[in-house]
């Protein structure tokens, strides 16, 4: 079955540790998104990718790295200069060229900083 | 980036017809709009896209007026399990990916 795959579902961390959320698409889709969403509120952009080996910023990219060195792969990594880093984060991707049925999203991961 | 603006939330009752809408003043000329609907911890799922006119599927319409300046989501009789936050996107096909706040929808019996 085709679809993007976030893992882990649950994620605990330390204060000062560095965190890598992972993001797998099966969909042949050129683009991948990373977003942030905290409880009541909006999905917020982390970071983009539209192409393989190219990503840009988002609204919120402070604190976040990313690299896209496969198209099926768009890893996540909330360092610890993310002052408050546990939300849930969200994964998307999406085809680029002509009419679309929109952005495929994962099931998403709740990060806790403990 | 064209802007949008929607309901923050909205009320119906099971089996009514429930209309969103969002409002895009400063739409493109390619850009799309395209509407998703969100479950509590889960991703938002894509529900409909359309340029002009009217586009209708197996779950919903929109609606987009000759100016394109706004956009209606309608949802035909709805059911409890439609209670969820709606998205309204405006953008270049899928490559504007900023969500607003959305419209928080609560169908009641």
């Known amino acids: 079955d085709g679809g993007i795959t976030q893992s882990p579902k649950y994620l605990f961390r330390k204060e000062g540790q560095n965190v890598t959320l992972s993001c797998e698409q099966n969909?042949?889709?050129?683009?991948m998104y990373w977003y942030r969403q905290d409880p009541g509120q909006g999905l917020r952009l982390i970071y983009y990718s539209q192409i393989v080996n190219d990503f840009q910023k988002g609204d919120i990219a402070e604190g976040y790295s990313v690299s896209r060195e496969k198209k099926e792969s768009f890893p996540l990594t909330v360092t610890s200069a993310q002052k408050n880093p546990t939300a849930f984060y969200l994964c998307a991707s999406s085809t680029s060229k002509g009419r679309t049925l929109g952005a495929f999203f994962g099931q998403g991961t709740r990060l806790t900083v403990v | 980036l064209a802007k949008t603006t929607q309901p923050i939330s909205m009320d119906s009752y099971e089996g009514q017809e429930v209309n969103i809408t969002c409002s895009h003043n400063?739409?493109?000329?390619?850009?799309?709009i395209t509407w998703y609907q969100q479950f509590p911890s889960q991703g938002p799922r894509f529900i409909i896209q359309g340029y002009k006119t009217k586009v209708t599927n197996e779950v919903a319409s929109l609606f987009i007026p000759a100016d394109r300046k706004s956009s209606t989501l309608s949802l035909p009789r709805v059911s409890l399990s439609d209670t969820a936050v709606y998205y309204c996107?405006?953008?270049?096909?899928?490559?504007?990916?900023?969500f607003g706040a959305g419209t928080r929808l609560t169908v009641k019996p």
């Open positions: 996107l405006v953008g270049d096909i899928n490559n504007d990916m900023r």
């Open positions: 400063n739409i493109a000329t390619n850009d799309y």
């Open positions: 969909l042949n889709h050129d683009a």
